[in-house]
Antibody, heavy 123, light 111 residues
Framework: QVQLVQSGAEVKKPGSSVKISCKAS????????IHWMRQAAGQELEWMGI????????EYAQKLQGRITVTRDRSTSTVYMELSSLRSEDTAVYYC????????????????WGQGTLVTVSS | QSALTQPASVSGSPGQAITISCTGT?????????VSWFQQHPGQAPQLMIY???YRPSGVSNRFSGSKSGNTASLTISGLQAEDEADYFC???????????FGTGTKVTVL
């Protein structure tokens, strides 16, 4: 079955970076987008970015441009999301999700989610 | 990009039907049929319940249905069961610089 398994919780200092992994299994890794979202406590989800695992092309939320980098390793069917210059407001649960049935500028709906990774930014 | 507006909580008795609203704008819900609904139990990953306004993924109970009118989408749960008690949130594709927007979330309580 389709599965996305994320790396474990992280505690980081302000100004540092975090890199979270999302390992896909159960389907052809190159055929579906992988999105990244995050949810701070008591807040709604926020879309962060996307990667096309086939060609490696990415798009990022404007507010995170310059701080977020999403990459993939086709050999291990793994997507990575790195967020730099961390601040306390980046404390959140981070999710990867598979996007399917996209067309044109629409990158699909999220049919499978990773279990989430808690990132805590604290001095 | 503002979040989609949902009621904070909705409750119902077993067997009843409840409806959760998700109000957006003419830049998202009102213009695209790309509205999804998710169920999330505490500490678990979100689960897709409805996509493209009113389509159910394989394996999701037909007690769950979706609809849309203007800028507001709705999720209806009929024949409410104890296992339906969870948080529910909507999402929509948007025409703004942020391609996806999410709802504020609704806690469903089965009385």
């Amino acid at each position: 079955q389709v599965q996305l398994v994320q790396s474990g919780a992280e505690v980081k200092k302000p100004g540092s970076s975090v890199k979270i992994s999302c390992k896909a299994s159960g389907y052809d890794f190159t055929t579906s987008y992988i999105h990244w979202m995050r949810q701070a406590a008591g807040q709604e989800l926020e879309w962060m970015g996307i990667i096309n695992p086939s060609g490696g092309t990415t798009e990022y939320a404007q507010k995170l441009q310059g701080r977020i980098t999403v990459t993939r390793d086709r050999s291990t069917s793994t997507v990575y999301m790195e967020l730099s210059s961390l601040r306390s407001e980046d404390t959140a649960v981070y999710y990867c999700a598979r996007g399917v049935s996209g067309s044109g500028n629409y990158w699909g709906y999220f049919d499978q989610w990773g279990q989430g990774t808690l990132v805590t930014v604290s001095s | 990009q503002s979040a989609l507006t949902q009621p904070a909580s909705v409750s119902g008795s077993p067997g009843q039907a409840i409806t959760i609203s998700c109000t957006g704008t003419s830049s998202d819900v009102g213009v695209y049929n790309y509205v999804s609904w998710f169920q999330q139990h505490p500490g678990q990953a979100p689960q897709l319940m409805i996509y493209d306004v009113n389509y159910r993924p394989s394996g999701v109970s037909n007690r769950f249905s979706g609809s849309k009118s203007g800028n507001t989408a709705s999720l209806t749960i009929s024949g409410l069961q104890a296992e339906d008690e969870a948080d529910y949130f909507c999402s929509s594709f948007t025409s703004t610089s942020t391609p996806y927007v999410f709802g504020t979330g609704t806690k469903v309580t089965v009385l």
